[in-house]
């Protein structure tokens, strides 16, 4: 079984950015397509973007498409998060999936195998 550990939330003003990232290791971090979903409290987990293995294809969620990009760095088993334009209801934990197919993109989550710990991001106004 792979691990996910994420990292770079923390608390920011409206209107500010942050990068997350996400370090692989346990796998073939090139091989999987990989996501990042967050939850708030209260609320369901829900999927943002996706991005296929060889990084070639993504796919963000309406809600966040124009201000959140995904991108990877395979040769550092690495998967990033860029928020810009963070909001007040963009706080949540944020976390980082991954799933065994190549040519694949999801932004459901039972389409992952495992999953990192999770970051906190917190907006304030």
């Known amino acids: 079984q792979g691990r996910l550990v994420e990292s770079g939330g923390g608390s920011v003003q409206a209107g500010g950015s942050l990068r997350l990232s996400c370090v692989a290791s346990g796998f073939t971090f090139s091989t999987y397509f990989m996501g990042w979903f967050r939850q708030a409290p209260g609320q369901k987990r829900e999927g943002l973007s996706t991005i296929i293995a060889n990084g070639g294809r993504t796919m963000h969620d309406t809600s966040v498409q124009g201000r959140f990009a995904i991108s990877r760095d395979n040769a550092e088993n690495t998967l990033y998060l860029e928020i810009n334009n963070l909001k007040p209801e963009d706080t949540a934990v944020y976390y980082c999936?991954?799933?065994?197919?190549?040519?694949?993109?999801?932004?459901?989550?039972?389409?992952?195998?495992?999953w990192g710990q999770g970051t906190q991001v917190t907006v304030s106004s």
């Open positions: 999936a991954a799933g065994a197919r190549r040519n694949h993109i999801s932004l459901w989550s039972p389409d992952y195998d495992f």
